[in-house]
């Protein structure tokens, strides 16, 4: 609000035209103010202050109406964790004034079918749970509540629709429940049994859960079910019906107005038919409850309630809320989490912090960018320094006990949570609490976390840094110390047929000799592959690759600029040696050769000859996918660099697919310029030129598009292909030895396939036909199908 | 209908700071305009052993990184405590205001600011005697960063000679 005001050291006359040509933003900033902060930073009561709200509102309405209706929808869709704040605030306007209360519920009833035309689910649910709670304040008649209830279930009798798209409505009707159960029973009991037994029948016998077990983070039952969220859902609202409807949790200050609020008159919500299902349309993937604490957990002060009270779910609501209003301001965020109304009756900082990891937890993805929850714990220890810190360590400790079970995808995500939340603690750790993860084979979930977090730590400081803060016992896990594999360093090389050229190759790029020098200087190499002594040297010539490489990233291993520099001065000769798929994939291995010790290093080289071309993504997964690096292949870099390779593929389809489309609308206006030009011949023929050339130029990214959509759609191929063989060729001798499948490995490599859908499912949807075509088939071990039933499952 | 709150849309970690390079070719304007634009960050408070490698793994983690600059010492061209990191995209590098600015690197709380793009030069510390200005003044002793200020040196030399 002030902001504008003093956003410019203009000189006097001006800022006092501003001031009134910005009067009306000013004023709507103002109302927004005043309703988004209600009851904030004052010391009267929260109802006293709704009162002196709704008084000033009730004054403005007559000539600020359409801005206070604007305001009070966004704040209904956007503030859901203030849900009962602003229901009372309504019902006390449409208790002042009923016309309003009615162009209020009209207009939100306007929002929902916007809401859900576009796809905004989350939303949506927030403003029917904020319209069920207007009937507590008497300005929506429970009857046609009820009656919206039962359009929304009946969407489970629809005939061939995504099972989601029923969730969905089945969702929304459970989810206002414990706002508005009671009521709603108190007045149509019969109406709602008929109701929740429709859900009832409808969550018994028709929903499938194939999608459960790539969802959920543990796959272990103990301590804690990953319930899937309606049956846990189905099962709270069981309980708080079995309980008569009392719930005590919620905060209501409507029910301090009770008296005024009896004397509205109320609405009647119009018939809402919910809209049908549409092709394109993106309803919410389904989910599985995180839990990682129970009543047992928090020692002293209030005892958390149960996993299947309603009091849990409106929690876990309301801070999924919080987050989801403040996540960009990491301070805001944390103070309001903190500030959560009624904190003193539960166990605050165990919710705070099962939500959050549940979040960052959360499968296919978090709701938000990982580093962000990351920031928001270590803003949270700083405003609760003598509890918060505790229960941040007890639940790490938790998580170490049951990583046997973790998901992989989200053991990655607690690798880089501690790694990156030590390093701005010095690291302080009680290591030795973990000893047990020396005495099993390393190989296994425990000890190998504990690997991957002190190597990413090792990235965030240097190797000796690790070294001091593990006990010595610890040895085996310490990462190796990130130096170059020169092969050619000194003259115990001078036996391998390569080292002759590297000396004079090496003492040519430090003297700046031109390309077509080293070029010249390389042909001598000998060609492994080759017997004839007549031939070219065009052919493919493993061992020109790992002389020239090898000799420039030794030279170049000062740092990652002096890497890239070097291979953005020789990128022509990369390119002549790379030409063929076999160079591409030895230029890989040679960069794996030479820093082995170094995974960031092979990871951000990796990145650079992609971008530069002088490797395609599919050699990148072949590569990794390859023999030689069979030994790696749970280690985590090795998923980074596969996934950071996809990314880049879909990326760069995404540009082209943008361009193409700027393209297009670009035409689409010159033709409408010439229609509405009229009859001028020499703005005619000017058009018809640049109409021509765009039309060229489309057709040419016509043309790149495809290319690149053909280019990502063999990546993917290629990967699961991969993937189908390895795990097959495990299957199989397992069987035959009569051995058991669930190996370590096995586990990462199964864990891993669910990742590559999980992390990229919306590339993969547009090839689900071929992929079933061609791979995905009946024939396919079930283990594996599984996976792919699973990821389909998601959407269906 | 449908539409946001300013009171709600507050983003303030990536507003535009009160710094402005003196050095800057253009108007107040430009300056603000590439700002505001820019997919480029500074990097402040960093020790002088901060490694590149160090810089790439902590700001990865808001998005892919295109490239970091070491600031160098003008004189002895080593790092004297400050680097550019620029993102391929500017919703990453607002991540990195969000996220990175005000935390650790190597034990020390760095500070992340908008610049308006890096051009050859800028990599140099601008103070009298090749490093940053900040610590031509600085009165504190600080390891990671050459310890005492300039000034303070200079002064604890004359004053060590003074006293014999």
Request: glycine content about 4%; overall charge negative; charged content about 25%.
């Given at each position: 609000m002030s902001r504008r005001r003093h956003s410019d050291d203009g000189d006097g006359g001006q800022a006092h035209k501003r001031r009134r040509t910005s009067e009306p933003i000013e004023i709507e900033d103002r109302l927004e103010s005043l309703i988004c902060r209600v009851g904030e930073k004052s010391t009267s009561s929260l109802e006293s202050n709704l009162e002196g709200l709704a008084g000033v509102l009730?004054?403005?309405?007559?000539?600020?109406?359409?801005?206070?209706?604007?305001?009070?929808?966004?704040?209904?869709?956007?503030?859901?964790?203030?849900?009962?704040?602003?229901?009372?605030?309504?019902?006390?306007?449409?208790?002042?004034?009923?016309?309003?209360?009615?162009?209020?519920?009209?207009?939100?009833?306007?929002?929902?079918?916007?809401?859900?035309?576009?796809?905004?689910?989350?939303?949506?649910?927030?403003?029917?749970?904020?319209?069920?709670?207007?009937?507590?304040?008497?300005?929506?008649?429970?009857?046609?509540?009820?009656?919206?209830?039962?359009?929304?279930?009946?969407?489970?009798?629809?005939?061939?629709?995504?099972?989601?798209?029923?969730?969905?409505?089945?969702?929304?009707?459970?989810?206002?429940?414990?706002?508005?159960?009671?009521?709603?029973?108190?007045?149509?009991?019969?109406?709602?049994?008929?109701?929740?037994?429709?859900?009832?029948g409808y969550l018994k016998y028709v929903r499938v859960k194939t999608h459960v077990p790539m969802l959920q983070v543990w796959t272990a039952e103990k301590p804690h079910p990953q319930e899937e969220y309606l049956d846990c859902l189905w099962a709270q609202i069981q309980k708080l019906k079995k309980d008569r409807w009392q719930e005590r949790h919620i905060l209501r200050p409507y029910i301090a107005f009770d008296s005024v609020l009896c004397e509205a008159l109320q609405h009647n919500l119009p018939p809402f038919t919910p809209p049908g299902h549409m092709p394109d349309a993106q309803y919410p993937m389904p989910q599985v409850v995180f839990r990682m604490f129970d009543y047992t957990d928090a020692p002293e002060g209030p005892v958390m309630p149960g996993s299947h009270s309603v009091e849990r779910f409106v929690i876990e609501e309301n801070l999924h809320c919080i987050i989801k209003t403040h996540w960009r301001e990491r301070k805001t965020c944390a103070a309001q989490l903190l500030s959560y109304p009624g904190k003193n009756k539960i166990p605050l900082n165990y919710h705070i912090v099962e939500v959050i990891f549940g979040e960052l937890f959360q499968l296919p993805s978090p709701p938000h960018i990982d580093v962000m929850y990351t920031t928001l714990l270590i803003e949270l220890c700083k405003l609760q320094p003598g509890s918060l810190p505790q229960v941040l360590a007890q639940a790490t400790e938790m998580m170490y006990m049951r990583l046997d079970t973790m998901n992989t995808t989200c053991i990655d995500r607690?690798?880089?949570?501690?790694?990156?939340?030590?390093?701005?603690?010095?690291?302080?750790?009680?290591?030795?609490?973990?000893?047990?993860?020396?005495?099993?084979?390393?190989?296994?979930?425990?000890?190998?976390?504990?690997?991957e977090v002190l190597e990413k730590s090792m990235r965030l400081s240097y190797?000796?840094?690790?070294?001091?803060?593990?006990p010595p016992t610890f040895s085996a896990l310490i990462p190796a110390e990130p130096v170059f594999i020169y092969k050619y360093l000194d003259e115990s090389a001078s036996s391998l047929p390569?080292?002759?050229?590297?000396?004079?190759?090496?003492?040519?790029?430090?003297?700046?000799?031109?390309?077509?020098?080293?070029?010249?200087?390389?042909?001598?190499?000998?060609?492994?592959?080759?017997?004839?002594?007549?031939?070219?040297?065009?052919?493919?010539?493993?061992?020109?690759?790992?002389?020239?490489?090898?000799?420039?990233?030794?030279?170049?291993?000062?740092?990652?600029?002096?890497?890239?520099?070097?291979?953005?001065?020789?990128?022509?000769?990369?390119?002549?040696?790379?030409?063929?798929?076999?160079?591409?994939?030895?230029?890989?291995?040679?960069?794996?050769?030479?820093?082995?010790?170094?995974?960031?290093?092979?990871?951000?080289?990796?990145?650079?000859?992609?971008?530069?071309?002088?490797?395609?993504?599919?050699?990148?997964?072949n590569w990794l996918f390859s023999q030689d690096m069979a030994h790696e292949f749970t280690r985590l870099f090795i998923w980074e660099i596969l996934h950071s390779t996809i990314r880049k593929m879909n990326k760069h389809v995404q540009k082209i697919q943008k361009e193409l489309e700027e393209a297009k609308d670009k035409l689409e206006k010159q033709q409408h310029k010439r229609r509405d030009s009229g009859d001028d011949e020499d703005m005619d023929k000017n058009s018809e030129d640049e109409e021509g050339q765009l039309e060229e130029q489309i057709e040419r990214l016509q043309e790149k598009v495809e290319s690149a959509q053909s280019e990502q759609k063999n990546l993917f191929l290629v990967i699961f292909q991969r993937f189908i063989m390895l795990l097959t060729e495990h299957l199989v001798r397992c069987e035959t030895g009569s051995v058991d499948i669930s190996t370590p490995w096995y586990k990462n490599c199964i864990e891993r396939l669910q990742q590559i859908f999980l992390m990229h499912h919306v590339t993969i949807q547009q090839y689900m036909g071929t992929l079933e075509n061609l791979l995905f088939t009946a024939e396919l071990d079930h283990h594996i199908l599984a996976v792919y039933q699973q990821f389909c499952a998601l959407q269906l | 209908?449908?539409?946001?709150?300013?009171?709600?849309?507050?983003?303030?970690?990536?507003?535009?700071?009160?710094?402005?390079?003196?050095?800057?070719?253009?108007?107040?304007?430009?300056?603000?305009?590439?700002?505001?634009?820019?997919?480029?960050?500074?990097?402040?408070?960093?020790?002088?052993?901060?490694?590149?490698?160090?810089?790439?793994?902590?700001?990865?983690?808001?998005?892919?990184?295109?490239?970091?600059?070491?600031g160098l010492d003008k004189i002895k061209k080593t790092a004297c405590g400050f680097c550019f990191v620029e993102y391929y995209t500017r919703a990453d590098a607002e991540h990195a205001m969000r996220f990175i600015n005000g935390t650790r690197l190597d034990d020390r709380i760095i500070r992340t600011d908008w610049d308006a793009g890096f051009k050859e030069g800028r990599q140099y510390g601008r103070g009298k005697s090749g490093g940053q200005v900040r610590d031509e003044y600085r009165q504190d002793y600080d390891p990671a960063r050459g310890g005492y200020g300039k000034l303070a040196q200079q002064h604890r030399v004359t004053e060590g000679r003074n006293s014999f």
């Open positions: 009730e004054a403005d309405l007559p000539n600020y109406k359409n801005k206070i209706l604007r305001i009070l929808c966004a704040v209904a869709r956007l503030l859901p964790e203030k849900l009962t704040v602003y229901t009372t605030l309504v019902g006390l306007l449409n208790a002042r004034n009923y016309n309003f209360g009615g162009e209020f519920v009209e207009a939100m009833i306007r929002q929902l079918k916007e809401t859900l035309k576009n796809n905004l689910y989350n939303e949506a649910v927030y403003l029917v749970r904020f319209l069920s709670d207007l009937v507590n304040c008497h300005v929506i008649a429970a009857p046609s509540m009820v009656a919206m209830f039962e359009n929304f279930v009946s969407v489970t009798q629809e005939e061939d629709v995504p099972q989601v798209r029923s969730d969905w409505f089945v969702y929304v009707v459970l989810s206002c429940l414990p706002w508005v159960g009671k009521e709603l029973y108190e007045k149509k009991d019969v109406e709602m049994d008929r109701l929740l037994s429709q859900i009832e607690l690798v880089n949570w501690f790694s990156h939340h030590l390093s701005n603690f010095q690291f302080r750790w009680s290591w030795d609490d973990w000893a047990d993860c020396l005495t099993v084979d390393l190989e296994k979930p425990k000890p190998k976390f504990v690997k190797h000796q840094r690790i070294v001091d803060i593990v390569g080292y002759p050229v590297s000396v004079t190759v090496g003492n040519a790029i430090k003297n700046r000799a031109s390309n077509e020098e080293i070029l010249t200087i390389l042909k001598e190499v000998p060609n492994p592959n080759q017997e004839d002594d007549d031939d070219e040297g065009e052919s493919f010539n493993p061992l020109k690759i790992d002389v020239f490489l090898q000799t420039l990233l030794h030279l170049a291993a000062k740092s990652f600029s002096h890497s890239f520099s070097a291979l953005g001065k020789f990128h022509e000769i990369l390119k002549s040696l790379t030409d063929s798929d076999e160079g591409k994939l030895h230029i890989l291995k040679v960069v794996y050769e030479v820093w082995r010790n170094h995974p960031q290093m092979i990871a951000v080289l990796v990145d650079k000859m992609i971008r530069t071309q002088i490797v395609d993504c599919a050699a990148v997964a | 209908m449908a539409g946001k709150l300013n009171a709600l849309t507050s983003d303030s970690y990536i507003d535009v700071s009160q710094y402005r390079d003196q050095h800057f070719k253009g108007n107040r304007y430009e300056q603000e305009k590439l700002l505001k634009q820019s997919h480029t960050l500074y990097v402040g408070n960093l020790s002088f052993y901060t490694t590149e490698e160090q810089v790439h793994e902590l700001f990865s983690k808001s998005g892919d990184v295109k490239r970091i600059i070491i």
